[in-house]
């Protein structure tokens, strides 16, 4: 075990105090992991829009004062009892959501949706006991989606760190623990686009940059990137977009445009933008006979929409999907692995690098709709 194990360990942390106001770098105390925990060593963060929407705390149960952050990667300091298959030194991604091994989504083929340990973005403490590993003189500071990767140190349930090949550079497949493994996993494992064939990907942000990394990767020959923001179109093309479509060009809705433009539809089309009208446009702008939406962005808690039941019976298929499919401690290592093999392309994806000092840079970034991922170095 290391010198530091069983003790509590004084670092440096960046902490929310209260909603959209800068995070402020902090020293915090953080406690030796508990059952089932482990402590982890955080050397490279990303920033990703969960977390900013989360700290500007519009929708939701705000909870502060808070350590963000959940894309990360980071080496195992000391692990709780109960813990097999950690230990010290080995390399990690902390993930949002779990794979505990023992519930009926863990033991299906089909789910990566954890009973124990999937989201949830108003816990602020550690299941096994209900408290909080951070304090600062004492007060508690609440955690975020079970990582809090904000921080030097944190602690995590096992289930939710991905063991992975050591060789791999901690600085680029950090980007693999959120967004980029839920659009490459949206096409890979749910679209599954055939070679040759024709995907609409809505929004271009990360996520559907990556979804579209996807599509270029089981070689689709048309991917069309639709985004009401006609900068991102540029860049999307590093990513396989071959077709641009702004909605905002057109007086009838997209769905008819791009049906226009692919003799009655797409085959496959994915939407990482959560907007109720994107996603309706995405299912209705696939083929009849074979075409296949996948939902990928998160609505707002009161968002519902409307298709006609044709669309169904014509034989269109409306999908969703949590995380691109992927167990994170079964499937993650493989998708590390990917990159190693030069498979799938990570640099493109990070645009921008802070120290951890200037983390709110990042945020800066982000809000201005410059970065893709920003790496924060501990």
């Not at 990667?73 to 390399?91: A, F, M, N, R």
């Not at 599509?215 to 396989?240: M, Q, T, Y």
């Not at 996948?294 to 169904?312: I, Q, R």
């Amino acid at each position: 075990m290391s010198a530091t194990a069983g003790q509590v360990i004084k670092c440096k942390a960046a902490v929310a105090w209260e909603a959209g106001k800068p995070l402020v770098i902090e020293e915090v105390e953080v406690a030796p992991p508990q059952a089932n925990e482990v402590r982890v060593k955080i050397l490279f963060t990303a920033l990703c829009h969960t977390d900013v929407y989360f700290w500007e705390a519009k929708g939701q149960t705000p909870l502060f004062p808070r350590i963000f952050g959940h894309e990360a990667g980071g080496v195992v300091e000391s692990v709780g009892e109960g813990v097999k298959d950690l230990q010290p030194g080995d390399h990690v991604l902390p993930v949002f959501t779990g794979e505990c091994g023992d519930c009926l989504h863990c033991k299906s083929e089909e789910s990566n949706m954890c009973d124990l340990l999937r989201i949830n973005t108003d816990r602020g403490v550690m299941i096994s006991d209900g408290k909080s590993r951070f304090s600062i003189k004492g007060q508690p500071i609440h955690h975020f989606v079970g990582t809090s990767t904000f921080s030097e140190y944190t602690v995590v349930h096992f289930g939710c760190l991905a063991k992975i090949n050591p060789a791999a550079p901690l600085d680029k497949v950090c980007v693999l623990s959120c967004g980029i493994s839920t659009g490459l996993g949206a096409t890979l494992n749910v679209a599954k686009p055939k070679k040759g064939s024709s995907v609409a990907i809505f929004g271009l942000g990360a996520v559907g940059l990556a979804a579209a990394e996807g599509a270029r990767i089981l070689g689709a020959s048309r991917i069309i990137g639709v985004d009401l923001n006609p900068a991102r179109f540029e860049e999307a093309k590093k990513f396989g977009c071959n077709e641009f479509v702004n909605p905002k060009d057109h007086s009838k809705p997209v769905q008819e445009v791009i049906a226009g433009m692919t003799d009655g539809g797409v085959d496959r089309s994915v939407e990482c933008t959560g907007s109720i009208q994107a996603m309706i446009s995405a299912f209705e702008c696939v083929h009849d006979g074979w075409g296949v939406a996948v939902l990928v962005g998160v609505p707002n808690k009161d968002d519902a929409f409307k298709t006609h039941p044709m669309n169904f019976l014509n034989e269109r298929t409306l999908k969703g999907t949590f995380f691109g499919n992927y167990k994170t401690r079964t499937d993650i290592p493989g998708v590390v692995e990917k990159y190693l093999k030069k498979e799938l392309e990570l640099e493109k994806f990070i645009t921008h690098s802070v120290p951890f000092g200037e983390i709110n840079k990042a945020f800066e970034y982000m809000l201005k709709g410059e970065s893709i991922r920003c790496i924060i170095r501990m």
